[in-house]
């Protein structure tokens, strides 16, 4: 079965500070998908990275990085010098291949206080 | 720019109501979601439609029933509302299996009474 964990409730860092969301995930495929959105106040989820478990390059976006580990089943994603328009919940989710859905974990609501 | 559109941002019905929940897509995606945000729960799938006229059920699909009579457009149906189904309800699309992600609506907030 496919299960995802975003062990972190909630994140409440200063300003400026570097901060790591952490994601596990479970699945017995060899081939599946990891995403990352983001929720902000409005409500909508936000697209950020799509992963596919081949492809275990980091990746950097700015002051985004994602960190794929398959050994230890994570995908984190750490936000560089925060700002306060970060703030929002961030949720991980996995996709096997061959599904018609995604699974989400609990999500991570960040705070970036001023 | 392509869009999934809830058509309320928060509703308050009462307890026994029946109450429609309706999202529209402009993007000819095939597979079309609904899901449930708790505090702590994170989002769980209550039905999913990957062809007109076609659904499955989610991981919580009891209190709930579903509507896809046309390809843009998915309905979720709370056949007799309860307090408990007081929650936010988002609604998503895509273009074919999950591996392509989702566009996500901005969101029912749904208060019962």
């Known amino acids: 079965a496919q299960k995802v964990t975003q062990a972190q409730t909630e994140i409440s860092v200063v300003e400026k500070e570097d901060v790591t969301l952490d994601c596990v995930y479970e699945?017995?495929?060899?081939?599946?998908?990891l995403f990352w959105y983001k929720q902000p106040p409005s409500g909508e989820l936000v697209f950020l990275i799509r992963?596919?478990?081949?492809?275990?390059q980091n990746e950097i976006s700015g002051r985004y990085s994602w960190n794929f580990q398959k050994s230890t089943s994570s995908f984190n994603f750490t936000i560089t010098a925060s700002q306060v328009v970060d703030s929002a919940v961030y949720f991980c989710?996995?996709?096997?291949?061959?599904?018609?859905?995604?699974?989400f974990g609990q999500g991570t609501r960040l705070t970036i206080n001023p | 720019d392509v869009k999934v559109t809830q058509s309320s941002r928060y509703l308050v019905k009462r307890t026994g109501e029946k109450v429609f929940l309706e999202c529209v897509q402009d993007?000819?995606?095939?597979?079309m979601f609904w899901y449930r945000q708790d505090p702590g729960l994170g989002l769980r799938l209550i039905y999913f439609s990957y062809d007109v006229k076609m659904k499955e059920k989610g991981d919580i699909p009891e209190g709930y029933s579903v509507s896809r009579e046309k390809k843009e457009r998915f309905s979720l149906i709370l056949e007799s509302a309860s307090t408990n189904q007081t929650s936010m309800y988002l609604c998503?699309?895509?273009?074919?299996?999950?591996?392509?992600?989702?566009?996500f609506g901005s969101g029912t907030r749904l208060t019962v009474v």
């Open positions: 993007m000819d995606h095939e597979n």
């Open positions: 992963r596919n478990s081949f492809d275990e």
């Open positions: 989710a996995l996709s096997e291949m061959g599904a018609q859905k995604l699974v």
């Open positions: 699945t017995r495929d060899t081939t599946y998908y």
């Open positions: 998503a699309s895509s273009q074919g299996g999950g591996f392509y992600g989702y566009t």
